[in-house]
DNA sequence: GGCGAGATTGTAACCGATTACAACCAACTG
DNA sequence: CAGTTGGTTGTAATCGGTTACAATCTCGCC
């Protein structure tokens, strides 16, 4: 079952076939009436391969993110996929495991399989891995990372704006001793964040107790230890802010650890609203990314780049803008000199 | 850059070049050194396009899913994908979303990209759909529903064996009161391991209370809801066993709510041990069912069928045994006419 | 009726590999 | 030394499309 079966069938040559079958407009109405009827009743669809071969254009785009299994990640990939199959193409997942050696494999694949364009959410890629697909004319998008004048599109998601916001509630409810969990300094976006963090707090006039600025690993076992380290210090925090919500759910589990009350005794704050935070006991109140926006803005790039006919790649740039979701992770601070000190040895 | 282009360079023709790279042994130690050092020297990778269409082996692997959000799959898709990179292969992931129409699409996905096999690792899959496989040739590979007889490898999971673990395991503790929260049962995987609950508790001379038995929808809120219905009953149960991690969790959420405690007032477990089931409070006690074991299997029975020379597909049949992981979600009942009637009324 | 423009269709080269088959070569045999 | 054999290499067809270019067809118009 091949093209020239639909050929035969329609009494056209493969070439009529093929341009009815991409929308040429160079086709008669009659004429492709007729081939789409050859194609229906054979049940035929076009091999990929060949196409790709012949054309270029594999119709197919990478995602490269850092692990599929980080909570962050399923809903932007489903949404990513779910665009680039409606829109006819096909989508290859590949985890960097934040290394250095995996992502060049990642990169490597992707550059066999002839992507059309490679959607980068993550940030371990260095430059002489971009220069590859540079060297490829391979459209790219990238997270927070991207150089639209570099020729790469970037989906930049406004980091101060979604701290500001969670500062904003947090002081609004009266707490001025706010500590911070971020991320591992290694990572991009947890610098950002943390950047975003400390702007913030100067911003409000609530000086930056470095103590109270602690480093996790945007896992649940780092917003644990951290925690624990931050109700060793002599001036507990009144109110967390983590850096996601993985954070903030090990924190929270710290805190239960010590028969301390979230809210009542301590508000947290995560980032990034992953599904079970609205299902947590207290549901989590957090700074909403929303996955579903960075995927469309990510494939909106990548195809806008595809349709071009000649010249340089266009890169764009979007903005995502973080909005706060506020639940029962957070509420006033317990009134002074009772409150923790109290409950403490209260537990079973 | 293409395998002429090597040729040229290694003073061989291409065929010996193709040759080389598919490791056939029909090139002599030398000629094939040279080739390699002219690979090396162009940096040449091949034209995977290219190579599907001159061999039709794609060296693409499908795995279809149900939903990449639950997370009882990122961390299949991450191993099934891990094993095939590392074989050569590359692996196309569909979300059939539990929609037949969706499902349709995804397997006609398959099709165009000529995958080398799919791995189906969702209930969804009609008979007509399957068909479409077998006419292609292609190896397929089932989750628990798979039928080696027919041509189609089996992963099984022995459910019975995992859920007579917790039953084991809570009997033990001295509870006879045993509630289920089963899963959606239009869901083929949640009406086994009901039935394997049912089967277990009849070994056990435990009577089935009807009454006891409820349906969630595998997730959160689903148990969340069937624990309240639990929970308005006039005897309600000291401990609940549910269809998986997510419906536990909202199980543990709704007795949180009115100020239960798990495991002194009931207890829960849960199944499948996914990630975050180690971290909440308390850490749940759940019959591990391993990603990396099923995706394992899956992915051998795929390489294996690829291997053989001519002849029908062989189908193979893989076992696999959950095991129960005792944390901190269940303990034994609380004293008769104490414990929860006595809690009852103190809360907030 | 003849001509040119524009629309439609066909011919065939091409994409970059794989692989059946033929050709060649060296070593071994009788 | 001719004939065989087995190992190595090359030639060229093939996979199934796409697409540049050529060919043809259809009108409108003078």
Redesign the interface.
């Known amino acids: 079952m091949n093209i020239q079966a639909v050929a035969d069938r329609a009494r056209v040559s493969t070439a009529t076939v093929s341009r009815t079958i991409n929308g040429s407009n160079k086709v008669a109405p009659k004429t492709a009436e007729r081939v789409r009827r050859a194609i229906e009743a054979l049940g035929y669809?076009?091999?990929?391969?060949?196409r790709?071969?012949g054309s270029g254009r594999?119709r197919i785009y990478g995602l490269i993110i850092s692990?599929?299994?980080n909570?962050f990640?399923?809903?932007l990939?489903?949404s990513f996929?779910?665009m680039a199959?409606r829109n006819g193409y096909?989508?290859?997942?590949?985890?960097t495991g934040y290394s250095p050696e995996r992502t060049e494999?990642c990169v490597?694949?992707m550059?066999?399989?002839?992507v059309d364009g490679v959607a980068v959410m993550t940030s371990e890629m260095g430059s002489h891995l971009i220069d590859r697909f540079h060297r490829g004319q391979i459209p790219m998008v990238f997270l927070d990372t991207g150089d639209p004048a570099n020729g790469i599109s970037n989906v930049l998601v406004d980091y101060a704006a979604g701290v500001d916001d969670a500062v904003e509630h947090i002081t609004s409810l009266g707490h001025t001793r706010i500590a911070f969990i971020g991320g591992p300094m290694d990572l991009a976006s947890a610098r950002t964040r943390r950047q975003a963090l400390l702007a913030s707090l100067k911003r409000k006039g609530l000086g930056v107790n470095k103590s109270l600025m602690e480093v996790g690993n945007h896992r649940?076992?780092g917003g644990?230890a951290a925690m624990d380290r931050l109700l060793a210090l002599e001036e507990r925090p009144t109110a967390v802010i983590a850096s996601n919500d993985l954070t903030a759910?090990?924190a929270?589990?710290a805190l239960?650890?010590r028969n301390l009350r979230v809210p009542e005794d301590i508000s947290v704050v995560g980032f990034d609203d992953i599904?079970?935070s609205a299902?947590?006991?207290p549901a989590l109140t957090t700074v909403r990314l929303s996955r579903a926006a960075i995927a469309d803005r990510a494939f909106q790039a990548l195809f806008r780049a595809g349709k071009r006919e000649e010249g340089p790649i266009p890169a764009v740039e979007y903005r995502i803008r973080p909005e706060l979701i506020v639940r029962n992770s957070t509420a006033p601070p317990p009134a002074k000199g009772k409150g923790i000190t109290l409950l403490k040895g209260t537990g079973e």
Chains 1, 2 share one sequence.
Do not use: C, M
Request: aromatic share 6%.
């Open positions: 669809y076009p091999n990929t391969n060949a790709a071969l594999s692990d599929i299994t909570p990640f399923p809903e990939v489903k996929e779910d199959v096909e989508v290859i997942v590949a985890n494999v490597q694949r550059l066999e399989r002839k649940i076992d644990r759910i090990g929270i589990g239960h650890r599904e079970i299902f947590l006991h």
